[in-house]
């Protein structure tokens, strides 16, 4: 992806000398293996001219939750389109639990929260004999495709999360 680096140095580079404004870029694309990959761009201290270290190793966790939610988001709506979440096409070689279920809209505006090293939290709820069990359904199946989809590219691909 030689060129997308350079086309993005190119547009942080004239932001700043045109209205002084530093970007934090995050970019999704595919992989020629197909995967989807989020990758971030970040040379504000450079821009400033301030020997320092970069943003985005100083809040390493938050850029990494923001990576997984950005992935996790890019993955939703290509299911929408009836895309392969994981990178295009008709069809996926990974098994379902890589993707977000299609439906993950649950009750009550829960939500299943990732952590800071992207495994899902079980939503907090007050009392659990008061939801339906279609509720509690999507609830477990939510959280359990979240859970198995996040290890299961951590243990496979080793992907840039």
């Known amino acids: 992806m030689k060129h997308l680096e350079n086309r993005i140095e190119k547009f942080e580079i004239e932001r700043w000398k045109e209205m002084g404004a530093l970007v934090l870029i995050f970019t999704v694309h595919t992989n020629p293996d197909g995967r989807l990959v989020v990758d971030r761009f970040e040379r504000i201290a450079d821009m400033m001219g301030v020997s320092s270290s970069p943003f985005v190793d100083l809040h390493k966790d938050k850029v990494d939750e923001m990576k997984r939610n950005l992935m996790d988001y890019v993955k939703t709506l290509r299911q929408q389109k009836g895309e392969d979440a994981t990178g295009g096409g008709e069809s996926s070689s990974l098994p379902a639990g890589d993707r977000l ?34 509720d509690l359904e999507l609830i477990l199946r939510t959280y359990l495709g979240r859970h198995y989809g996040m290890t299961s590219l951590l243990l496979r691909h080793s992907t840039k999360l």
Request: overall charge positive; cysteine-free; aromatic content about 6%.
């Open 101 to 134: 279920p299609a439906d993950t809209s649950l009750p009550n505006g829960m939500q299943v929260k990732i952590t800071g090293n992207g495994f899902p939290i079980v939503p907090d709820v007050d009392d659990w004999s008061k939801l339906r069990k279609k």
